[in-house]
């Protein structure tokens, strides 16, 4: 038992966790699990992605190296499990013959070339992950098949399910990704386990632009909506979204506001001028906004500069930008940053222009090392974190308040130095013990009342088997 976190085996269920992809999603992911590991909590990494073992190994050995994870076998695959030994899946399975498949497979093999199980590949769909195509199972020679589940979702359940089996204490699943999400709590054949509790987090905005609390949602935010009732909580990373949500469902969910911690307060001796973009070079992030605010200061501020930290599709176009609006030899273009701590040991001011974020993590990062942070009024996120100071939010789009912001930090030394103290401040609020605490909250209120779901008696506490949870 840990004073944050009730005595369970916790499963963190991601849909793949490769080092430098899908931006602060994994690092969120990763940290999450190392802050409840560093609260006495046992922890398993769970990924889905069929890629090959050896790859899968060498995302391990970099994630040890970065200090993400202890030991390589923290993270688990589950096609690498199938690999290694597939009795699990085979008793899961159901018997022949399965339904004809109607699209094409990719098999699944053992490291001797045994083949373990065919897959279907739904190309072309992006909601290929709810077919229901058969998952072939091989018998344990590889010379024929022996059973089948039904798609992705009978997969996931079957693996989660022995899991769960391995221990003796409640499990606490708590899912990453939407797509396995609504695959964990649908009706199908094999059910979850009906004793393992299923928490899910949230990972980004759930609205399209304009982006207000009624403002339209793509089909996989509607579908995950739709079934959010059954999970046994869910996580949302501000108070803000949480109540968008209530505000436009009402309140069937059961939701906890669980944020991603700020990190560890570090140093920071800042460079006179010297504005930070940390960010993926992508068009949600509007970095041309930032160039404009380049374009402006300078004009007041000569010695001001910006340092982008990040890559991605937009770059090309955002230098030729910086380059139009003649302030190229202003801007230095310093690529991915897998360590980011000497951008923010001499950071000045930073600067966040998103059209939306799921919290954004990087400004927790800014306030941590006393950078003050000048951000948009978006969802979600800066509002939230910025109430308890150390920076300045203004008007969503507004380049002109975003120039003013950010002149007036650069320009005065004591506003500046004035609102670092309070940076750090904040940022001493939102540390990994406060996160630990709130989602150590959700997950007894979880296990002490399961939330209705196929296969999952709830009127006494019991379960569709008639087993209690694992205590």
């Known amino acids: 038992m840990t004073d944050e976190l009730p005595d369970a085996d916790y499963l963190l269920l991601a849909s793949r966790l490769v080092p430098d992809r899908d931006g602060g999603f994994t690092i969120s992911v990763l940290r999450r699990a190392r802050d409840m590991?560093?609260?006495?909590?046992?922890?398993?990494?769970?990924?889905?992605?069929?890629?090959?073992?050896?790859?899968?190994?060498?995302?391990?050995?970099?994630?040890?190296?970065?200090?993400?994870?202890?030991?390589?076998?923290?993270?688990?695959?589950?096609?690498?499990?199938?690999?290694?030994?597939a009795d699990w899946l085979r008793a899961a399975a159901l018997p022949l013959p399965a339904p004809a498949a109607t699209a094409p497979t990719r098999a699944i093999a053992a490291a001797d070339g045994r083949t373990v199980l065919e897959l279907p590949v739904i190309a072309g769909d992006p909601a290929w992950h709810l077919s229901i195509e058969p998952v072939v199972v091989w018998d344990v020679d590889g010379e024929r098949p022996a059973g089948?589940?039904?798609?992705?979702?009978?997969?996931?359940?079957?693996?989660?399910?022995?899991?769960?089996?391995?221990?003796?204490?409640?499990?606490?699943?708590?899912?990453?990704?939407?797509?396995?999400?609504?695959?964990?709590?649908?009706e199908g054949k094999p059910?979850?386990?009906?004793?393992?509790?299923?928490?899910?987090?949230?990972?980004?905005?759930?609205v399209l632009p304009p982006y207000r609390w009624d403002s339209p949602m793509d089909d996989a935010w509607s579908r995950w909506l739709a079934v959010a009732d059954r999970f046994?909580?869910?996580?949302?990373?501000?108070?803000?979204?949480?109540?968008?949500?209530?505000?436009?469902?009402?309140?069937?969910?059961?939701?906890?506001?669980?944020?991603?911690?700020?990190?560890?307060?570090?140093?920071?001796?800042?460079?006179p001028g010297r504005i930070i973009v940390m960010s993926s070079l992508i068009a949600r992030k509007r970095v041309d906004h930032v160039l404009a605010v380049l374009a402006s200061v300078l004009g007041q501020l000569p010695h001001a500069r910006l340092h982008v930290h990040g890559d991605g599709p937009e770059r090309a176009r955002l230098e030729a930008r910086a380059a139009e609006l003649g302030v190229a030899?202003?801007?230095?273009?310093?690529?991915?940053?897998?360590?980011?701590?000497?951008?923010?040991?001499?950071?000045?001011?930073?600067?966040?222009?998103?059209?939306?974020?799921?919290?954004?993590?990087?400004?927790?990062?800014?306030?941590?090392?006393?950078?003050?942070?000048?951000?948009?009024?978006?969802?979600?996120?800066?509002?939230?974190?910025?109430?308890?100071?150390?920076g300045i939010l203004v008007p969503d789009g507004d380049v002109d308040a975003l120039t003013g912001a950010v002149t007036r930090l650069l320009g005065d030394r004591a506003t500046r130095d004035a609102m670092a103290v309070d940076a750090r401040a904040a940022a001493a609020a939102m540390d990994s013990a406060a996160s630990m605490r709130a989602l150590g909250h959700a997950v007894r209120v979880a296990l002490d009342?399961?939330?209705?779901?196929?296969?999952?008696?709830?009127?006494?506490?019991?379960?569709?088997?008639g087993r209690e949870p694992r205590r």
């Open 191 to 206: 059910l979850l386990d009906p004793s393992v509790r299923v928490l899910h987090t949230t990972h980004a905005c759930h």
């Open 329 to 390: 030899d202003a801007v230095t273009w310093h690529g991915h940053t897998a360590d980011p701590s000497d951008a923010w040991a001499d950071a000045d001011v930073f600067v966040l222009a998103s059209t939306n974020e799921g919290q954004g993590l990087v400004l927790g990062e800014a306030l941590a090392h006393g950078v003050p942070a000048v951000a948009y009024d978006v969802p979600y996120g800066p509002r939230d974190i910025l109430a308890g100071g150390g």
């Open 37 to 85: 590991a560093a609260s006495g909590a046992r922890v398993r990494l769970l990924t889905v992605d069929p890629g090959e073992t050896a790859d899968h190994d060498a995302a391990r050995h970099e994630w040890v190296g970065r200090g993400l994870i202890a030991r390589g076998d923290d993270l688990r695959n589950l096609f690498d499990d199938v690999r290694a030994d």
């Open 232 to 271: 046994d909580g869910v996580l949302w990373l501000t108070p803000s979204q949480r109540a968008d949500v209530e505000r436009r469902v009402g309140g069937g969910i059961r939701s906890f506001v669980v944020p991603h911690p700020a990190p560890s307060l570090a140093s920071n001796r800042p460079a």
């Open 148 to 186: 089948w589940v039904p798609g992705f979702g009978g997969l996931y359940r079957a693996w989660i399910d022995a899991l769960a089996a391995e221990g003796a204490r409640p499990v606490v699943v708590l899912c990453e990704a939407r797509q396995l999400g609504e695959l964990l709590v649908a």
């Open 449 to 465: 009342e399961p939330r209705p779901r196929p296969g999952r008696r709830t009127a006494s506490g019991g379960s569709g088997t």
